[in-house]
């Protein structure tokens, strides 16, 4: 990514968190924690469907990473980029899964703290601005679920466009009056 478009990225970002804990402050917890659970679930499934695909588009790679081995090939390294990629998704999904289960834990109990109680709004606020940042997280790792998704489809096409460019060639050596048609049979 560029350098100012991470910028810009940065700063709408920081800039949606701000306003979500200027107006989240008037939201009550009961109507947040809906979100918080919707979050939990859209990170369950990212980490699950993309662990799937990586242990099985990957198996050997996650077998070698797992025993801590460093693979030797340059097919090795190309795959092993491949996993790191995919791998982001379930890291980030990981955090967002453990952040929204600490939010569950700690609420019950931070709700009749004094100092909870005698600073609602600022409570309330926080609470808005971190479950924004989160599903802004969330959001960019679906949106980094597609980039492998894009190479396989990328890869995918170049292939067939290949053996396309190959059919063609190679048919065009034989002389067509001695190339069989459909429906010969000699």
């Known amino acids: 990514m560029k350098g100012w478009l991470k910028l810009l990225a940065w700063f709408v970002f920081a800039g949606l968190v701000g306003i979500a804990g ?3 402050a008037d939201v009550p917890f009961h109507q947040q924690w809906p979100l918080y659970e919707a979050l939990r679930n859209t990170a369950a499934i ?8 990586l242990a099985i588009v990957y198996p050997e790679r996650l077998k070698v990473s797992l025993r801590k081995q460093a693979a030797t090939t340059g097919r090795g390294n190309e795959s092993g ?3 790191v990629a995919l791998m982001a998704p379930i890291v ?3 955090v967002i899964l453990a952040a929204v289960l600490l939010v ?4 019950p109990l931070l709700r ?3 100092v909870v109680v005698e600073n609602l709004a600022l409570c309330r606020g926080l609470s808005y601005a971190l479950l924004t940042s989160l599903t802004l997280w969330q959001l960019w790792t679906v949106v980094l679920t597609l980039v492998p998704a894009s190479e396989v489809t990328d890869r995918a096409s170049r292939d067939h ?3 396309n460019t190959a059919a ?11 190339a069989p048609r459909d429906g010969d049979h000699h």
Do not use: M
């Not at 063609?168 to 001695?178: A, I």
């Open 22 to 24: 200027l107006r989240g």
């Open 104 to 107: 569950g834990l700690a609420a």
């Open 112 to 114: 009749g703290l004094p």
């Open 161 to 163: 466009a290949l053996q």
């Open 46 to 53: 990212i980490f699950a469907v993309v662990g799937a695909w």
């Open 81 to 83: 980029q491949r996993v």
């Open 92 to 94: 980030n999904s990981t």
């Open 168 to 178: 063609d060639v190679f048919s065009n050596t034989v002389p067509r009056e001695k």
